[in-house]
């Protein structure tokens, strides 16, 4: 397990639901930023990585709700390499505002073709970037 990076987001309005808390549908994509990120300052840029022919497709996400976040609010969403398989990779999320826990979600990725979206194993370089050199290659996800 890699601890790998920490994102800072400000909540916008356009995020709140009429109880002025952030609408629980937002958490995915404030996921999807947190690792798009990640992958930025790990390996580079995304498009990079599709142009060899390859993209990822996410296969599951999981949000656990400790407690609500607001307008304007500032969260840390910090993203940790749990596991990577020859095929796939597990992300988890970890939402703070100060020392409040707001949420906790999991992320698998999947590696496929960019063309015919077969799963097709992670490239080494990648791996290593990403954390899964230290993880050892698992059975194919």
């Given at each position: 397990?890699?601890?790998?990076?920490?994102?800072?987001?400000?909540?916008?309005?356009?995020?709140?639901?009429?109880?002025?808390?952030?609408?629980?549908?937002?958490?995915?994509?404030?996921?999807?930023?947190?690792?798009?990120?990640?992958?930025?300052?790990?390996?580079?840029?995304?498009?990079?990585?599709?142009?060899?022919?390859?993209?990822?497709?996410?296969?599951?996400?999981?949000?656990?709700?400790?407690?609500?976040?607001?307008?304007?609010?500032?969260?840390?969403?910090?993203?940790?390499?749990?596991s990577m398989s020859t095929t796939s990779m597990t992300t988890t999320y970890r939402f703070t505002r100060g020392e409040d826990l707001i949420a906790e979600g999991e992320l698998r990725?999947?590696?496929?073709?960019?063309?015919?979206?077969?799963?097709?194993?992670?490239?080494?370089?990648?791996?290593?970037?990403?954390?899964?050199?230290?993880?050892?290659?698992?059975?194919?996800?």
């Open positions: 397990m890699t601890t790998s990076f920490t994102h800072r987001l400000r909540v916008r309005f356009v995020e709140c639901d009429m109880h002025g808390m952030v609408f629980n549908g937002h958490y995915a994509a404030f996921m999807d930023v947190a690792f798009t990120e990640f992958w930025r300052e790990r390996a580079g840029s995304y498009a990079a990585f599709s142009g060899t022919g390859l993209a990822t497709a996410v296969a599951d996400l999981r949000v656990r709700f400790r407690s609500p976040a607001f307008f304007d609010d500032e969260l840390d969403i910090a993203v940790t390499t749990e990725h999947v590696c496929i073709d960019g063309e015919d979206h077969g799963k097709r194993p992670w490239p080494e370089d990648l791996r290593a970037a990403l954390g899964g050199a230290d993880t050892g290659t698992g059975p194919a996800a």
